[in-house]
């Protein structure tokens, strides 16, 4: 059961970076100013995340679930 919690671990941080990019793109897509903020500053995220919810929701949702999916994966795994 470890090695199939390492999988799923291995597999859920690999969709919430994908989708961190996907949201990266949506920002760059906006402007570059974005991008850059929310690359390099914290809480800008956020901030893009509230101020344009409906062209960011599929991505912040999706890499939230990647999220999910490690974390599932590291308790299978037992990584403290």
């Known amino acids: 059961m ?3 919690g390492y999988i799923i671990l291995v597999l859920g941080c690999v969709i ?3 989708w961190q ?3 990266l793109v949506v920002a760059y897509n906006r402007s570059l100013w974005w991008f850059f903020g929310c690359l390099f500053v914290p809480f ?3 901030l ?7 062209a960011t929701r599929k991505a912040f949702a999706l ?3 990647g999220f999910v999916v490690a974390a599932l ?3 299978m ?3 403290g």
């Open 2 to 4: 470890t090695a199939l």
């Open 16 to 18: 919430s970076l994908y």
């Open 21 to 23: 990019i996907r949201f």
């Open 44 to 46: 800008v995220d956020c």
């Open 48 to 54: 893009f995340l509230f101020l344009n919810f409906k």
């Open 63 to 65: 890499s939230l679930g």
């Open 73 to 75: 994966g590291s308790w």
């Open 77 to 79: 795994a037992g990584v």
